[in-house]
């Protein structure tokens, strides 16, 4: 008889953003009447932009003449799109090369599609709170979780222990959900502790383009030895407003090898290369047409608008927490706002709370881990409108 991977069972019974819409649509069935706000999953509001809807309909149109019709693409992506991720990340300083960038169609599938390339039996050191998808895919392949506490205390920025040993190392910055970022001298104290101990870095900046401060590292590649122990993430998810367009990518460096138990040197890139081209058949033409567009100046212009839009949300729901004396942090180079509940509240007390007293649906930070269990996060992605109106509804119950 087969034998299921039993490793589910010890996954919580729901992924957090399933288990919320289950809860908001229970609620809206029962209250139909509602007006509900929802400041939950971290998805945008704004359309695409200009420079991205016109590069996708020309791409729409070359799709229906025999001449210019394209069927299966390169795996990796084509090269008109690794070439513009290149060029966007040689204007934030940071040098790549095309066949370093594997397009995929998001930050979430990467991120847990990269264990297929590690042994069960490795360390994972995981900040708590943090993204979902790193534990629950990790648990999902049964390895052993090592969690480092990110707090108030520590600003929501773990640093690495030294006696601590860890084989692969999930950071995320600007983080989701804390908004916390980590600087120069901070990432580089994880790059030295990673190539110390032979570890790799997974990187996720899928909310790198939030950041505003010129100081703060976009790319851990802006740091000296990470391209011997470090994998990006990242997404036009949040960047460009492509949650449902579907478009991220991930840099794997040349550098980055380690040698197999048996002597064999083994490049990382190689591998992902392997998976990928086996697994995966590519984004579509007509999204990487609008990809590249997005990260052309012009389409950087455009998304830079909608990033200020949403930095604005975030502005107008920190001013509400600080009129109102509770302890937040992030919204500066990150969508997200992260809140101590009130009246000492757990999180999804405090969720229930919320939605049935104000309508309004946020995201209970335990979802994020148990440091989160008395936090809160709002997303700045609404309209400026809903945004307004939630923090009114919230503010009438602090
Ligand atoms: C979030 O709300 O945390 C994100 O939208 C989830 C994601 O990017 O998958």
């Known amino acids: 008889m087969v034998k299921l991977n039993e490793h589910y069972l010890e996954l919580k019974q729901s992924y957090l953003f399933a288990e919320i819409g289950r809860r908001v649509a ?28 016109e590069a996708m309909s020309k791409a729409v149109a070359e799709m229906g003449q025999a001449e210019t019709f394209r069927g299966y ?14 060029d966007y990340y040689a204007r934030n300083g940071v040098t790549i090369a095309a066949d370093e960038v594997f397009v995929s169609d998001g930050a979430k599938s990467d991120t ?74 901070q990432l580089k104290a994880w790059v030295d502790y990673a190539n110390s101990k032979g570890a790799i870095i997974l990187f996720d900046s899928a909310y790198e383009a939030f950041i505003s401060d010129p100081e703060l590292p976009r790319s851990i590649f802006a740091i000296e030895g990470a391209r011997e122990c470090a994998i990006e993430f990242c997404s036009l998810s949040k960047t460009a407003g492509f949650t449902g367009t579907r478009c991220g990518y991930t840099i794997v460096p040349t550098e980055l090898e ?40 012009q389409g ?38 992260w809140f101590e509940c009130p009246k000492g509240m757990d999180a999804w007390t405090f969720f229930d709370y919320l939605l049935k007293e104000v309508n309004v649906v946020g995201t209970p930070g335990e979802g ?31």
């Open 300 to 337: 950087m212009k455009e998304a830079q608008e909608n990033i200020a839009y949403y930095k604005e949300n975030a502005r107008i729901i920190a001013e509400v927490f600080e009129k109102k004396s509770v302890r937040y942090f992030g919204g500066i180079n990150s969508p997200y706002i």
């Open 73 to 86: 693409g390169p795996e990796q992506g084509y090269d008109f799109l690794r070439n513009a991720i290149v």
């Open 112 to 185: 847990g599609n990269i264990t297929d390339l590690f042994d069960p039996e490795n360390k994972v050191l995981i900040p708590d709170p943090v993204y979902p998808v790193y534990v629950d895919t990790n648990t999902m392949n049964g390895r052993n979780i090592i969690y480092m506490d990110a707090n108030a205390e520590n600003n929501f920025l773990p640093m690495p222990d030294p006696d601590v040993d860890a084989d692969i190392i999930y950071l995320c910055s600007p983080n989701n959900p804390t908004g916390a970022t980590y600087n120069r001298e």
């Open 26 to 53: 229970a609620y809206a069935a029962e209250h139909p009447d509602a007006k509900i706000i929802r400041l939950g999953i971290g998805d945008v509001t704004r359309p695409l932009t200009p420079a991205v809807v």
């Open 368 to 398: 994020f881990g148990t440091n989160g269990t008395h936090f809160f996060r709002l997303t700045a992605f609404g309209t400026k409108e809903a945004t307004i109106e939630a923090m009114k509804r919230i503010e009438s119950i602090l």
């Open 258 to 297: 380690r040698t197999s138990t048996t002597g064999v040197r083994q490049s990382v890139k190689a591998m992902w290369n392997r998976r990928q081209t086996t697994k995966f058949n590519g984004v579509s033409y007509i999204v990487q047409r609008g990809a590249a567009a997005a990260f052309s100046e």
